[in-house]
């Protein structure tokens, strides 16, 4: 399927998307390199080539998600597989290093670059690497990636996915879906804060609103309650915790369900409300307050898309952003949320490239010519 042409830029291919908590990396590696670009190719270049696809794992924190890794895609003309590699924020210096290390800056390639972080690191990039970064627009390139990803599938399956029956938790289960005519959407990207979009269009979008409680709210404060260091030990610690020992139900109050207004006895009336009690806080463990964070921040965020979702008139929301990796608690609640403060108006759905569109958005600017693509 052949998606982008017109001039091709020099190898290799690259978008980044710095953001508060994670660096996300696309990376396209072309696999119809012919016997004379092979001979004609630089030292350089197979190295970072061989560097980024033999390895998994970078360092100590850098991963490449290999389970999303998009095969035989054609782009520019050109053929070959996308990988999606992350590392936190916070090693940034070390990849800097890296680019001065393998002499990036000597294959004169273009290093598009989205998110706050392509303003903060921007001098480092210049001055350690002898790197110029272009700098893009992080809601920009993250409806242009969506869409882009959302059109090409996930290896002749779709993108998109919804929880078939989400209000009843034993027969609840994933299902796939396509965003045909995805317009409009609400879309929420959930990464260290939230956004949320109301989008028309490709080039047609407004945000809406958006909360600075989100994943960065979740893995900072699991940190200070539990003593966990990773988002992955934070959602593990959750999956094995009792939130209804730190949260105050609608039945802790009312003895059962708020009939009148349609409150079930297990709503949560107070998050972390049962902390006001000595008793309750000598008798929770780290798991239990680790799954109360997270329900705390689901449900705000669910709160909030379900009020944008109805206040625009637009009823497919869009779940995205690096928060729901790994995440199936929060994904769960947040379709349960909007199937049931809805009456089955609003169907949650979700993308199985979560957090990386930003970058993908960024990669297809350099791969962008005076064409439309």
Known sequence: MKLLTGKKPAFPWFGMDIGGSLVKLVYFEPVDITAEEEQEEVENLKSIR??????????????????????????????????????????????????????????????????????????????????????????????????????????????????????????????????????????????????????????????????????????????????????????????????????KLVKDIYGGDYGRFGLQGSAVASSFGHMMSKEKRDSISKEDLARATLITITNNIGSIARMCAVNEKIERVVFVGNFLRINTLSTKLLAYAMDFWSKGQLRALFLEHEGYFGAVGALMELLKTSEDL
């Open 50 to 247: 061989r560097y980024l696809t033999s390895n998994v794992a970078y360092g100590k924190t850098g991963v490449r998600d290999v389970h999303l890794e998009l095969r035989n895609l054609t782009m520019c003309g050109r053929t070959g597989n996308l990988h999606f590699i992350r590392f936190p924020t916070q090693a940034m210096p070390r990849f800097i290093q890296m680019g001065r290390d393998k002499n990036f800056s000597s294959l004169h390639t273009t290093l598009c670059a989205t998110g706050g972080g392509a303003y903060k690191f921007e001098n480092d990039f210049r001055t350690i690497s002898d790197l110029e970064l272009l700098k893009l627009d992080e809601l920009d390139c993250l409806i242009r990636g969506l869409l882009f990803i959302d059109r090409v599938g996930f290896n002749g399956h779709p993108e998109c996915y919804y929880f078939q029956n989400p209000s009843d938790p034993h027969s609840c289960v994933k299902k796939p879906c396509n965003l045909d005519n995805p317009f409009p959407m609400l879309l929420v990207n959930i990464g260290s804060g939230v956004s949320i979009l109301a989008v028309y269009s490709e080039n047609d979008y407004k945000r809406v609103t958006g909360t600075s409680l989100g994943g960065g709210t979740f893995l900072g404060l699991c940190c200070l309650l539990t003593g966990c260091e990773t988002f992955e030990e934070a959602l593990e610690m959750a999956s094995k915790g009792d939130s209804t020992n730190v949260d």
